[in-house]
T-cell receptor, first 113, second 111 residues
């Protein structure tokens, strides 16, 4: 039972344009969401997070939007750079217990010149 | 501040052998997690330590896997005896609050 879903396995975007990565979840108990970036042969690197009490969080070129009613979140990268090419994982957890992350299957982003 | 470190980076063993993976968390992080990624699929939770206590081991696949965190510092994950389906990348993460910070992983290949 996939509780966190990333339905696009890959995305290609031109340098300078906006990259939008999507994530859906089914467990309404999730109240904290995170995005991780992963390069080959490395561990996931934390990018940005959002609590369910917010609908937007911004950090530099990265913005995460949360739509609780739709159980949907998205990561926007503006402007996209070649170094952003990586696999992006959406993850969710239930706070209060410092609990486990439930991951999506990832979206491979390719930023082209 | 040093990040999460894992040893070894790669391990190739034969079916039936034993392997021990080690994780050193970020200093001061009470929470330590083990995850596994098999065949390039999603990263799946194995277990969670708070200091030296196992908080949640619901993701451990079977009793061939044994995790310890003596003294609440580094952790080991032992697989004994290893089976073919244990192949994958084993990640360790640590946290103080909600954001978990991952190590580079140990790639385990069971032949």
């Amino acid at each position: 039972d996939q509780q966190v879903k990333q339905n696009s396995p890959s995305l290609s975007v031109q340098e300078g344009r906006i990259s939008i990565l999507n994530c859906d979840y089914t467990n309404s108990m999730f109240d904290y969401f995170l995005w991780y970036k992963k390069y080959p042969a490395e561990g996931p690197t934390f990018l940005i997070s959002i609590s369910s009490i917010k609908d937007k969080n911004e950090d530099g070129r990265f913005t995460v939007f949360l739509n609780k009613s739709a159980k949907h979140l998205s990561l926007h990268i503006v402007p996209s750079q070649p170094g952003d090419s990586a696999v992006y994982f959406c993850a969710a957890l239930i706070t209060g217990t410092a609990s486990k992350l439930t991951f999506g299957t990832g979206t491979r982003l390719q930023v082209t010149l | 501040e040093a990040g999460v470190t894992q040893f070894p980076s790669h391990s190739v063993i034969e079916k039936g052998q034993t392997v021990t993976l080690r994780c050193d968390p970020i200093s001061g992080h009470d929470n330590l997690y083990w995850y596994r990624r098999v065949m390039g699929k999603e990263i799946k939770f194995l277990l969670h330590f708070v200091k030296e206590s196992k908080q949640d081991e619901s993701g451990m696949p079977n009793n061939r896997f044994l995790a310890e965190r003596t003294g609440g510092t580094y952790s080991t994950l032992k697989v004994q005896p290893a089976e073919l389906e244990d192949s994958g990348v084993y990640f360790c993460a640590s946290s103080r609050f909600n954001e978990q910070f991952f190590g580079p992983g140990t790639r385990l290949t069971v032949l």
